[in-house]
T-cell receptor, first 110, second 113 residues
Framework: DAKTTQPTSMDCAEGRAANLPCNHS???????VYWYRQIHSQGPQYIIH???NNETNEMASLIITEDRKSSTLILPHATLRDTAVYYC???????????FGTGTRLTIIP | DAGVIQSPRHEVTEMGQEVTLRCKPI?????LFWYRQTMMRGLELLIY????????DSGMPEDRFSAKMPNASFSTLKIQPSEPRDSAVYFC???????????FGQGTRLTVV
């Protein structure tokens, strides 16, 4: 699976949109972009995934660039409970193996 | 469903003792994963099973670690003998065929003294 690069940490003001970038320049055609987050002391939690179209669910939006070499996870109205480590993972279709990188530690500031 | 259930939640043991961690995946899920998390190394995939068969155990650190999945509803991760460097949080996760979302348990915090 392709490697991803994320900033180590980010801050965001409560109530504002949190935009978390991820680079995956070596992504191949059958690889999806997944986002998980891990709130302190808990197991990781699935957020969203996409292939090439932008995706939205009740938790977040995922914007994937046209060349698919990068993506952005958007939390539209960040709350203090969104403070967590966010992981961007690239995973090929049919491959159940899920490998985590170092992620981005997002801190929501009151 | 109660989700992925791991036991115990906390384990403190002495160096050299055998430790067994347990996991009950979500009913109907056909893949199960064991992860280890430390501050230094982050989340590491140790092993995963598909339909109770180990598919990839390349992350298992050494022969002291072993994992089994005797049936679809139960898996164990055993460390024998345990060492202080095995101290970590161990997570179990399961995923359904055709589903893209992995569900994680609450983890077992292991401390080896």
């Amino acid at each position: 699976d392709a490697k991803t690069t994320q900033p180590t940490s980010m801050d965001c003001a409560e109530g504002r949109a949190a935009n978390l970038p991820c680079n995956h320049s070596t992504i191949s055609g059958n690889e999806y972009v997944y986002w998980y987050r891990q709130i302190h002391s808990q197991g990781p939690q699935y957020i969203i995934h996409g292939l090439k179209n932008n995706e939205t669910n009740e938790m977040a939006s995922l914007i994937i660039t046209e060349d698919r070499k990068s993506s952005t996870l958007i939390l539209p109205h960040a709350t203090l409970r969104d403070t967590a480590v966010y992981y961007c993972i690239v995973r090929s279709f049919g491959n159940e193996k899920l490998t985590f990188g170092t992620g981005t530690r997002l801190t929501i500031i009151p | 469903d109660a989700g992925v259930i791991q036991s115990p939640r906390h384990e403190v043991t002495e160096m050299g003792q055998e430790v067994t961690l347990r996991c009950k995946p979500i009913s109907g899920h056909n893949s199960l994963f064991w992860y280890r998390q430390t501050m230094m190394r982050g989340l590491e995939l140790l092993i995963y099973f598909n339909n109770n068969v180990p598919i990839d155990d390349s992350g298992m650190p050494e022969d002291r670690f072993s994992a089994k999945m005797p049936n679809a509803s139960f898996s164990t991760l055993k460390i024998q003998p345990s060492e202080p460097r095995d101290s970590a949080v161990y997570f179990c996760a399961s995923i359904d065929r055709g589903n893209t979302e992995a569900f994680f348990g609450q983890g077992t915090r292991l401390t080896v003294v």
